[in-house]
Nanobody, 130 residues
Framework: QVELMESGGGSVQAGGSLTLSCEVS????????VAWFRQAPGQEREEREA???????????YYADSVKGRFTITQDDAKETVTLLMDNLKPEDTAMYYC????????????????????WGPGTQVTVSS
């Protein structure tokens, strides 16, 4: 099973930017997708919302409607890292952000489903103030 570690969280004012990184340790070559999820304050684990996913094989990104045009997910195969660039941040983006990995072929119809991913990082906090 892959090991994931997020970094780059922090506090920023609305309209600002942050870049999150997910380092994939072990078995990167057998990882088909890496996604970012977020869990807002007061939400349960089951309520985590998919933000974006990177199909590493086909090099195709997927985005939730709430972040389209503001967030960009990229992969760096040499560094075995998936990065989430977040621009024009809003207070409602405040959450704990988790990266998750899947060894399975990513399905377009369910890229957003947490059950598609079987490895999770410990998370990194993002706080956006108004």
């Amino acid at each position: 099973q892959v090991e994931l570690m997020e970094s780059g969280g922090g506090s920023v004012q609305a309209g600002g930017s942050l870049t999150l990184s997910c380092e994939v340790s072990k078995y990167y070559l057998s990882t088909n997708a890496v996604a970012w999820f977020r869990q807002a304050p007061g939400q349960e684990r089951e309520e985590r919302e998919a933000v974006a996913s990177a199909d590493l094989v086909n090099r195709r990104p997927y985005y939730a409607d709430s972040v389209k045009g503001r967030f960009t997910i990229t992969q760096d195969d040499a560094k075995e890292t998936v990065t989430l660039l977040m621009d024009n941040l809003k207070p409602e983006d405040t959450a704990m952000y988790y990266c998750a990995a899947s060894p399975f072929r990513l399905r377009v119809s369910s890229w957003w489903h947490s059950g598609e991913y079987n490895s999770w990082g410990p998370g990194t906090q993002v706080t956006v103030s108004s």
